[in-house]
């Protein structure tokens, strides 16, 4: 009589059952993890915060980004880099960003609760620009437009590290983290925006002035007082 073996297909059943398991728990880890991780960013401070302000040094140029999520609006207002008011007295540089946005503040009488800042130049804006949604447009405005229709979904949870892993490869010295570009893309992708052809603050005169102390000449590009005036009682 021969002798008939069934050990082997009931082993190799049971491995399958193991090793379908182990896929199963996987693939429920990761899933789980990803809600974790998205629940933590739509709960983050960032996303909470009412006002938030992003400074953005682009050329010759200062952009202060205003996100008002208490008025889900946002407000972006240009300054040529090395513009003087004189009241109070304060020049807006990009040589210190943070500086330039607490001065930005206190020059228009505003209350952020956090501050975000960063050197932006066009092969950034385009390689973010590219990332975010492939938009044609280049540089800042390239920039501000692949946001405007960058939408926040659950499945792109593990990108927006890599949106701000980008901006720190180009600018060791920003402040950025993921929070903040997420709150960033919620604000563009879903507020109402005043644009800064609409809040751009000019100089006083197209050259600047020279001004002579002692025996020192420097040159001063001052603001628009009116136009600041202006721009102010806008963002009040």
Not at 31 to 51: C, I, R
Not at 95 to 119: H, P, Q, R, V
């Amino acid at each position: 009589m021969a002798n008939v073996y069934v050990g082997g297909k009931s082993k190799k059943r049971g491995k399958f059952w193991i090793i379908l398991i182990l896929v199963l728990v996987a693939v429920a880890a990761f899933f789980g993890f990803m809600f974790y991780k998205y629940n933590n960013l739509m709960s983050s401070p960032a996303l909470k915060a009412d006002l938030i302000t992003y400074t953005i040094s682009y050329n010759d140029d200062l952009y202060f980004v205003r996100l008002l999520n208490n008025n889900r609006k946002i407000m972006i207002i240009k300054v040529e880099n090395g513009t003087t008011f004189t009241d109070p007295y304060i020049t807006l540089t990009s040589d210190n960003l943070e500086k330039a946005t607490t001065d930005f503040l206190k020059l228009f009488g505003l209350k952020s609760d956090i501050n975000y800042y960063f050197y932006l130049n066009d092969a950034l804006a385009n390689e973010l620009t590219n990332k975010l949604s492939g938009n044609s447009m280049q540089g800042i405005d390239g920039l501000f437009d692949s946001l405007k229709t960058s939408k926040l979904s659950f499945g792109k949870v593990f990108s927006y590290s890599g949106y701000v892993k980008t901006v720190k490869e180009y600018d060791r010295s920003t402040n950025l983290d993921e929070e903040g570009f997420v709150a960033l893309m919620k604000g563009f992708s879903q507020y109402a925006i005043t644009n800064y052809d609409k809040l751009t603050i000019p100089t006083l005169l197209n050259e600047p002035i020279t001004v002579n102390i002692g025996s020192q000449s420097y040159e001063r590009k001052y603001a628009n007082p009116d136009a600041f005036q202006r721009i102010k009682e806008i963002m009040e």
